[in-house]
């Protein structure tokens, strides 16, 4: 039981930045807008949260409360880079996946630039000394099998605890829910009865790069511990399978970030068994994507579908 | 599905130009910002890409894939599909020509066209994937196509891993000579130059794709689905077979250059961890190109002259390559939010925004 207790608790590590980048996924879409550009924005968090930490450790000396500082640059970046991809798709109507391939294209671009500014040309960010560590929780880690698995790990996991519930309570039980949802499933309709699209898609989009941008800088703090151009590397579109295979759902959304999240712990994992070297590792990184497609391909027809409005900028005129 | 025609129809040939200038700016700002000289760095693209024979000869070995994703990419947003998984299919058109090259051995005048052809239609096949999913079971090619972007890289590494690299080494062992389509006499006239027949194969393509859109049945068909599926539909075009059409043509383009890029120019292939991302600039280029396949050959000239040039930018003027990455997603920028462009010139253009207006609507015929 321990060694399943250890597996969920390092699966749970690689499945929160997916958790955090797919919610965002979530937000976006529910209102209409695809994000392609989760990857980039995950980059741009994860890019923050490096220099602000490292900022934080050279000029205040390595404090506790530097790898928060930037957990919060992680998201204004996500932000940044968000309000340019809201600003493109809803105000100027731009086509969503080809802002969401120009997103990932110039996060990355724009986020080694600056690294090889501030690091004399070198490609990756120095080693961060403060980083975050794991916090068993009282009580609730000293549970048998729950408390190993659930409740000794790092603070970004017990936020990912909390984001998923109060994402499905803010999507599914307030007006502001029904009314991104329904700005997301039939933007004219919304119009009429009032509703502002403009500013429940920037809302949505918004939402989605802050969430991308934790995603991102989670991976920083808790995982690599710097930023180079491989820190994401994929992760975002991992997210944006998490997001179809969780159906839109906060809480299917966890499972399915959960799973994928398992997929990447194994890999490390598997290595302690001798009958792993028969199993390429390359099937594994191959999973998330795979079951993807068997889901979408299953089901045919209505079953797994976005938001119906997702993909399409909203014009009034031909409401 | 109309959008992706939809931007891609504009009749304003000026956007593109406006944005590559206003790409340039956003570079040349950053550049100035980041303590850079922007005049010396692109003075320093400018002779690189321009300065020798060795030079531009290896500037057109950058130009080569970007502008078979670029019509591949180009070809499928012409009959209504948004090819985002050409990076997938130049990955599987790659391996499969290594795995070719390496491991059958057959006298060069069949070897060579073989490991071709093969890399060709198994970029084509993947292609074709995509195509089968959207038409059959309803799934968004997008999200397909990513899907199989990251299964084509991970199943290249495992065939290489497993089958073609030595053990504890990361590229494979040169092809055989026999399957090489290296240009000899070419490379010495160049100074070494890596030149190979990627780029004449890639011009030939450049008339297939013309003279396949615009000049077939089939071709009319494939543009008909891509103005309006229904509208097709209810004329009869079997609109399952033509996505499948299309993405397999589509496969087959981004296949090529794979293939040219192992046969052609490096003759091993390397494990990565994540792939060239070839695809994501030939949706670039396509949408500079206007889809059209002599604009994607100018667009694939434009960004192939870039990335080479960094080279230079980073030697010259220490200046990130990063920079040019920065250049070319603001032009996709900006021709993708051509609203932005337009609101800017409009008072300039008054006139002429009016008369294009009128353009647009003949322009929305098929033929």
Redesign the interface.
């Known amino acids: 039981m321990g060694t399943l207790a250890d597996l969920i608790n390092s699966t749970l590590v690689f499945s929160v930045a997916l958790i955090f980048a797919a919610l965002g996924g979530v937000f976006s879409e529910r209102s209409g807008v695809?994000n392609?550009g989760l990857e980039g924005m995950m980059t741009a968090g994860a890019f923050g949260a490096a220099i602000a930490s490292y900022y934080m450790e050279t000029d205040g000396g390595a404090t506790t409360s530097s790898p928060w500082v930037g957990l919060i640059a992680g998201v204004f970046c996500g932000l940044v880079f968000a309000l340019?991809h809201a600003y493109?798709t809803v105000s100027?109507?731009?086509?969503q996946?080809?802002?969401g391939?120009?997103i990932?294209?110039?996060a990355?671009?724009?986020t080694?630039?600056?690294v090889?500014?501030i690091f004399d040309?070198a490609g990756d960010t120095a080693q961060l000394e403060q980083v975050f560590a794991k916090w068993p929780i009282p009580l609730l880690s000293d549970i048998p099998f729950v408390g190993r698995a659930f409740f000794n790990s790092y603070p970004t996991t017990y936020i990912a605890y909390i984001l998923v519930p109060l994402s499905a309570y803010l999507l599914f039980k307030t007006p502001f829910g029904l009314r991104l949802r329904s700005v997301g499933e039939h933007p004219g309709a919304a119009d009429t009865v009032g509703i502002n699209v403009t500013k429940y898609r920037y809302i949505g989009v918004l939402i989605s790069g802050a969430l991308a941008g934790l995603g991102g800088a989670t991976i920083t703090l808790t995982t690599t511990s710097n930023f180079s151009h491989?820190t994401i590397?994929?992760q975002g579109?991992i997210a944006?399978?998490a997001l179809?295979f969780g159906r839109w759902n906060p809480y299917g959304v966890f499972g399915a970030a959960f799973f994928f999240g398992m997929a990447q712990a194994l890999r490390n994992f598997l290595t302690r068994f001798e009958f792993s070297q028969s199993i390429?590792s390359?099937?594994l990184?191959?999973l998330p994507?795979?079951l993807?497609?068997i889901v979408?391909?299953?089901a045919?027809?209505k079953s797994v579908r976005g938001p119906a409005a997702a993909?399409?900028p909203y014009d009034p005129s031909k409401r | 599905m109309n959008r992706a025609a939809d931007i891609f129809n504009k009749p304003s040939t000026y956007i593109p130009f406006i944005a590559i200038l206003l790409g340039l700016l956003c570079g040349g700002i950053v550049m100035w910002i980041g303590g850079y000289d922007p005049f010396a760095a692109y003075g320093a693209l400018w002779n690189t890409v321009f300065g020798t024979k060795y030079d531009f000869g290896e500037t057109i070995v950058a130009i080569t894939p970007i502008l078979f994703t670029g019509l591949a990419v180009g070809f499928a947003f012409r009959a209504g599909i948004f090819n985002i998984g050409a990076d997938g299919q130049y990955i599987i058109g790659m391996t499969a020509a290594t795995f070719i090259g390496l491991k059958v051995h057959l006298p060069a005048f069949i070897h060579a066209p073989l490991a071709l052809i093969v890399g060709m239609l198994c970029g084509a096949l993947w292609g074709a994937l995509v195509g089968w999913l959207k038409a059959y079971r309803g799934v968004n090619e997008v999200i397909s196509a990513i899907m199989l972007n990251w299964i084509a890289l991970y199943l290249s590494n495992y065939m290489l891993r497993d089958f073609l690299v030595k053990k504890g080494e990361q590229k494979t062992p040169n092809i055989d000579e026999t399957a090489s389509l290296s240009i000899g006499w070419l490379k010495n006239f160049m100074n070494g130059a890596r030149m190979d027949w990627g780029i004449w194969i890639g011009l030939l393509c450049v008339l297939i794709f013309y003279v396949l859109l615009w000049r077939t049945k089939q071709g009319y068909e494939l543009r008909a689905v891509g103005h309006n599926a229904d509208a097709a539909k209810a004329a009869g075009i079997n609109i399952k077979a033509s996505f499948i059409k299309t993405m397999m043509i589509s496969g087959a383009f981004a296949g090529l250059g794979g293939v040219f890029s192992v046969l052609g120019v490096f003759h091993y292939q390397v494990v990565q961890a994540a792939s060239a991302g070839y695809g994501f600039d030939g949706i670039a280029v396509a949408l500079l190109g206007g889809n059209h396949p002599v604009g994607i050959l100018l667009g694939a000239f434009l960004f192939g002259g870039l990335t080479y040039g960094s080279s230079g930018m980073n030697f010259e003027a220490d200046v990130p390559t990063e920079i040019v990455r920065i250049v070319i997603g603001s032009i996709i920028f900006f021709v993708a939010s051509h609203g932005l462009i337009r609101t800017v010139i409009q008072p300039f253009f008054k006139k002429r925004k009016s008369r294009e207006r009128k353009g647009a609507g003949m322009n929305g015929n098929v033929g």
């Not at chain 1, 100027?92 to 086509?95: E, G, I, M, T, Y």
């Open positions: 695809f392609i340019l493109a100027l109507k731009a086509d996946t080809i802002v391939v120009v990932n294209i110039l990355v671009a724009v080694l630039y600056l090889k500014i040309g491989s590397s994929g579109f944006i399978a179809i390429p390359e099937f990184y191959m994507y795979v993807t497609l979408l391909a299953g045919v027809g993909g399409e």
